[in-house]
């Protein structure tokens, strides 16, 4: 394990929509859990069975002052594991570790004015990013799109929250989210924040860019959901092991599976912590993170093995 | 245990130095016979007791002294203690950090109790009794920063975290060897270390920041560097420079032992958790050469590493001028034997 943990129990478990489950946490120790900022997430560890399933979640609200964690799970379509675990074994009284808050979405503090952007689940940080700046009396505004009202998480709450500071888009009833224009009108200053699906911040970030927006005003949450890919041999030259990545496990669940502690922080391919040198790869390097550079890519001396895998027979990393 | 604070000055008559148990305390920064920059950083975990990093804050014998002395440069200068307007939930962070710490590692002079957001702070050695609301800064005499820093030994720096890098946004800086908060104000990780030689071409800062950018909670980290002082001068900033620098004329073989000090500086980095901004301390520790020469491995060492060190770095931490008279003065103490591993004295 990477990093400081803490051990937690689920007090609250709740359904809050047909395809989102939140959890409330609180330390088994009775121990005050560590204030956090907007925008943080956390890694869940979860045992089912003699697998540990690891995710990264998005903190709610922003307990400033300590208390609770709670985080919001969508059952993912195709999930691998752990948000199905969540969603079927996950209740109150429930076991599990969590890492410390690692931020890797913060907002600018320097800002004039926040534009805040959600799609669907990814309203948890940008939820968290109002509450803090609705505290400390910064100026902002919420776009939040979801497909109907009864499936976006948190519409009510958010709106007697925040009043006319929350726009809402219901796909549903043929509302559209135009970025353009809400872009179109803000002050010199403004930083933009989006979180949601791939496409969505594609499409948000290439609007910005096109109204000639600096990538420093910039900021979007694009955790990968790790997917699997066709199964390949895995070798570690330091500590001779040998095994497997199955098709359904990540590079990095394996090297964990084995028994080998490899650094890891987001679990998501953009905070580079879990970097690992490459001895040799027969077969071609599928990198899927956001963090090495085009060139590195290219070069192939690097993995970032929480989400990237090998297309091909065997891969062997200086670990 | 109780510290016995004592009474002495780091101006004008210099009566500062080191007792014996401090000596043995000292942070030396050497763990082999020469010097070359590396990032040297390691996890800031609790080391041996009575060392100085026995505790993530480090209180001595000095503390009383220095926060004297504090107080006179900032009276004398106000811009020593700076903070923009978006690092004020980072000062809030500080405070949490400072106080929970002092009142935890050192009860006997130190207390804090806090009733949800109602704060009680007790200082005994300074004698201060503060009741205050965490987050309100109208219950307090000064900003968070300010106020407790002024009772906490070493500079520290609020480093907002934004676009993947660190900016230097806020510090209260009076115990510095020769740079300036006022300057660097404003300034990215990158910018602030444009003077280092020799380091740039090695990669060396743009490793750190990565490293630092994925800075943990809970995990702080820490590194040691050092430079050489002429006389016991907490305060050599370049706004004083007219009082100081002179003084590294006035090195003489008969005064090597008193005038001349090591000058280490034990630095920490914390992630906070409210503001995501790191706090960098920047503790400094004096050592007289004729207080240093208590530790016959210390000697020899010292004696190698200042005899060999690049002319680079020589110039850069202003040692120029008086290294040929201290390499002298200590070679008295090399007696060619090899030296053990490692920093501790043996």
Known sequence: ?319 | MTIPFKTETFRDDFTFSNSEAAIRRFPFPFDRDAYMYAVNIEQHMPGPAKSATEFPIDIDEHYVAEMADRDLVLKADPLRCQSLPHMMTAEWDLLELLMTSMARDYPEHFSLERSGREWHWINRPLGIDQRFTFEDPATLPLSPMEYITRQCQGDFCLLDQRDDNLWMDAGIVTTQADWSLDFDLGMNFIEWHGPVPLAHEIGVFERALKFLLNLQQGRPVRRLNWTMTINPRLDTSPENYHRWGIDRTTVTPDNVGDKVHLRVELQALWRLPRSNAIVFSIRCYLIKMRELVTQPKWARRLHRVLRDLPGELADYKGLTNYRETTVAWLSKYDDGAPTSPGFHPD
């Open chain 1, 1 to 319: 394990m990477s990093g400081e943990t803490i051990a937690v129990r689920v007090v609250a478990a709740e359904a809050i929509t047909p395809t989102i489950k939140r959890l409330r946490m609180v330390a088994r120790d009775g121990a005050r859990l560590p204030p956090y900022s907007a925008g943080s997430h956390t890694v869940l560890t979860m045992a089912s069975g003699e697998r540990v399933i690891r995710n990264a979640y998005s903190l709610l609200g922003s307990t400033l002052a300590g208390g609770a964690y709670e985080v919001a799970v969508l059952r993912a379509p195709r999930s691998r594991g752990g948000s199905a675990f969540v969603h079927d074994h996950v209740g109150e009284g429930h076991e599990l570790t969590l890492s410390v808050p690692i931020n890797l979405f913060p907002l600018n503090r320097r800002a004039r004015h926040h534009v805040l952007v959600a799609g669907g689940i990814g309203i948890t940080p940008i939820g968290a990013m109002a509450d803090e700046l609705a505290k400390v009396n910064a100026s902002f505004e919420l776009h939040y799109a979801v497909r109907n009202e009864a499936r976006g998480a948190f519409c009510g709450d958010l709106a007697g929250r925040y009043g006319e500071r929350v726009r809402l888009y219901v796909s549903e009833r043929q509302e559209r989210l135009h970025v353009h224009d809400i872009l179109m009108r803000q002050p010199l200053g403004t930083h933009l924040y989006v979180c949601g699906p791939e496409g969505m911040i594609g499409n948000v970030l290439a609007d910005a860019r096109a109204l000639g927006w600096p990538e420093t005003s910039l900021h979007a949450e694009r955790f990968l959901a790790a997917a699997g890919g066709a199964p390949f041999a895995l070798r570690l030259a330091k500590s001779g092991v040998a095994t497997t990545v199955g098709e359904d496990q990540t590079l990095l669940e394996a090297i964990e599976a084995a028994g080998i502690e490899a650094p890891f922080s987001c679990r998501g391919g953009v905070c580079g912590e879990c970097e690992l040198p490459v001895v040799s790869a027969d077969g071609e390097i599928d990198h899927r993170d956001h963090y090495l550079s085009a060139e590195e890519k290219a070069a192939g001396c690097k993995i970032m093995p929480c989400v990237s895998r090998l297309r091909g027979r065997e891969l062997v990393l200086d670990l």
